[in-house]
């Protein structure tokens, strides 16, 4: 059976959850404890989508207040991009509409999800509330710890990229 | 060993090349860092995940080009660290240049761990801080409209009794008036009817108004000097004659102990007694009701008093004690039936006890009758005469030797009519206004020894008039005394009057006794 390779980078402010996100979908695996991210640290997982062997090779990139800062040599051949903020944090996405609009503008063809994590610290009103302030649509609403839309997070940007 | 041979051997185990064909598969290599037999492939696109993707990137570079990769963590191996790479094309292969900066990331790791731990923790605490400054503006919100909810039932309140009292007055006053005519016995018990009918809408009313002042909080107990003596011997007057109408035995029992002179509100511990002896005698038609009070505990200035009123009527069942004390209870359905009342008696009794710091309680048992008792805290006072007390036996009525000129300012003609009739049965010379305005131009031309005012009138109500009279009109004129007499009876209506200048207040329907008392007392 065929294996494809794809780079996939994730991004975002520090502390919005980035690696317990990666960590939970392929070690599946969670902690409490925050360990701030320096440069890249790279893991793979191969997903099954529609019987091709996708190898995912995610790039959990250190986190910094603007997509502007990352070098650009961290997104070079990547084939699909996350966009991650912490729905605990309003500073964590007061500015995401310029933050989706540069990466769009940056990666035209690249699939990208727009992903709200830590939904376990948030009760369901507040959330429809953060939701309903937001003039960006959300594509998943995760949580790492508990796992919750993870896989499926994961999943979808695969078949996009194998589009 | 020479500078240069030193920074030879420090740069050579910091660094290590690969030298790979254009598959990746490794050609050559000083294997400083990761030695040959710890490697576990020889293609360096199989070493680690970064190099599988950074072939992907390696696409769009021609030859003699490279990039930089810097601090990426790699495990490759037994070895684990965080290395800067260089990669450079070739044109029949690659290099791969690894350079140690390990101790050095993980310095600048635990400083950005530190920097950014203090950044988030900030920002939670502006989010919580935010969330609470948020919360309390729900909050102000909501009490703002509860606020504006009481203002509406409490102006409801206000315009029904004014409403109810207006034609009260004229009911019940005129049904004085025709009692003190020539009259058959017939006529004189239909008069009886009424007055009672009217008596008992008053006494609903009231409880209505003071069910509403409990509810919003807004009922408070004045602490004035006062003698229970006189409290007792007002019920006995007032129900004296009743218990001779319903043959019932009627006692009175007080405690020499308690002291002469208390501190407290004695129209509300009347009002408590009034409530329950009421129930006393509509529940009650043959035996005896007993009224007393005892000393139960003295504390410096503080006595504790219990009063109970015992019956021997129907009595309450066991089940439905507790029920009787609830707003709009009654102990059941028939009693409504049978007896009539709001239900709101017992549950305003039991307020005004507990806003006295006592407690109320029930003894009874059906067909055996019933002992309510009730504890109040009062203040014990000085042992002379409360200022401002008559100590003149004699009936007002019989005081009234000088025929006084009133000025009547009310609108209603009816209500105009009686007071007219009730002050020329004083022997007073009436003039009658029908608002502010005229009251003035009434002022202007004539001298009163003193104005009955209304409140709510056309034209200029009460308080303008008033307030006219006091600052506007020079000379003995400004100083007259002005009674309220007004249907308005809610809570803080008197203390209004009191601030715009007038002297007294006398609440709709009136007690004709009462008025002249208070007129003989300004004039």
Known sequence: MSEVSKKVAILG??????????????????????????????????????????????????????????????????????????????????????????LKSEFPNEPLKIVGNKKDLIHDVDLDQILANMTISCDFITSAKTGEYVDEMFYTLGEDILK | MNLSETKEQYLNTKAQFFLTNEAGEIQESDYTLF?????????????????????????????????????????????????????????????????????????S?????????????????EAQNKAISLEKEILDMKNEELRRQQGFKDQFLANMSHEIRTPLNAILGFANLLLNTKLTSNQVQYLNAINMSGENLLVIINDILDFSKVAAGKLNINEVQFELSKVFVNLRNNYSIKALQKRLDLRFDIDPEIPDYLVGDPIRLNQILTNLMENAFKFTDHGTIILSARKVQQEYQHVTLEFSVSDTGIGIDSSEQQKIFDSFAQAHDQIHIHYGGTGLGLAIVKKLVGLMQGEIQLESEPGKGATFTFTVVLGIGDNFKPLGESTDIQSPLQKAKKSLKVLLVEDVPVNQLLAEKILDGFGFKVDVASDGKSALEYLQKHSYDLILMDLQMPEMDGYEATKFIRNKIEGPKSEIPIIALTAHAMQGEREQCIKVGMNDYVSKPFDPQQLFEKIQRLV
């Open chain 1, 13 to 102: 402010q520090y502390g919005v959850g980035k690696s317990s996100l990666i960590r939970q979908f392929v070690y599946r695996k969670f902690s409490e404890k925050y360990l701030t991210t320096i440069g890249v640290h790279v893991q793979k997982k191969v997903l099954d989508i529609n019987g091709t062997q996708l190898a995912m090779i995610i790039w959990d990139l250190e986190g910094d207040t603007s997509v502007g800062k990352v070098r650009p040599s961290y997104l070079m051949g990547s084939s699909g991009l996350i966009y991650v903020f912490d729905l605990s944090r309003p500073h964590t996405y007061a500015d995401i509409n310029q933050e989706i609009d540069l």
């Open chain 2, 35 to 107: 030695a040959e037999e710890e490697l576990p492939d020889t293609n360096i696109f199989r070493l680690h995940p970064f190099f599988e993707s950074s072939l992907l990137a390696l696409s769009g570079l021609n030859a003699g080009e490279s990039f930089n990769m810097p601090c990426i963590h790699l495990k490759i191996g037994p070895r684990e660290g965080i290395y800067d790479l260089s990669i450079l094309k070739l044109k029949s292969g690659l290099v791969f240049t690894l350079f140690d900066f390990t101790d050095h990331y993980q310095y």
């Open chain 2, 109 to 125: 790791q635990s400083l950005l761990q530190e920097r950014n731990e203090s950044i988030i923790h900030q920002q939670l605490l």
